[in-house]
């Protein structure tokens, strides 16, 4: 499947949705001509020249749309990130223009039973320590459940 057709389902998901969570983001770049067989060798000896286009950032076209700003839907991002944690989630949390962002040291945690969450939100951040990652994704659901009346009725 491409990014375009996840980002086909997630609008149209987001239609009757109150919570879009992106735990993941499809790849940044697509090939600008995608070739549908292998691209093989042509004798020159030189690598093929590959020229890509952006793909359209699914989680910044929600959170900017109307059901977003209408506060009908709450818009979760993720960050994984290998250095500089609270500084990078807080700067994409302001980009996306999201209620929360959820943040943490990838690199470290890929392929471990365990992780440790960092929240980031209008007024500050708070860590959710080191545990299960199923019980981090209970208490991330639980935050959100939290957070969710008082943000729609602002």
Same mark, same amino acid.
């Given at each position: 499947q491409s990014a375009?057709?996840?980002?086909?389902? +997630?609008?149209? !998901?987001?239609?009757?949705?109150?919570?879009?969570? *992106?735990? +993941?983001?499809? !790849?940044?770049?697509?090939?600008?001509?995608?070739? *549908?067989?292998k691209i093989k060798k042509d004798g020159s000896g030189l690598p093929p020249v590959l020229h890509f286009?952006?793909?359209?950032?699914?989680l910044l076209t929600l959170a900017q749309g109307e059901r977003a700003r209408s506060r009908k839907?709450?818009?979760?991002?993720?960050?994984?990130?290998?250095?500089?944690?609270?500084a990078h989630a807080r700067a994409k949390r302001e980009r996306k223009g999201i209620p929360l962002l959820v943040g943490n040291i990838g690199p470290l945690t890929f392929g471990q039973d365990d992780n440790s969450l960092l929240l980031v939100d209008a007024q500050g951040e708070r860590e959710l320590p080191q545990?299960?990652?199923?019980?981090?994704?209970?208490?991330?659901?639980?935050?959100i459940a939290t957070r969710l009346p008082a943000w729609s009725n602002a």
């Open positions: 375009g057709q996840m980002l086909e389902a +997630a609008v149209a !998901a987001s239609r009757e949705a109150s919570v879009f969570i *992106a735990t +993941a983001a499809v !790849a940044d770049w697509r090939p600008a001509t995608p070739n *549908a067989q286009v952006e793909n359209t950032d699914i839907l709450y818009c979760v991002g993720f960050a994984a990130e290998s250095e500089n944690l609270l545990a299960p990652k199923l019980a981090l994704a209970r208490a991330l659901v639980e935050e």
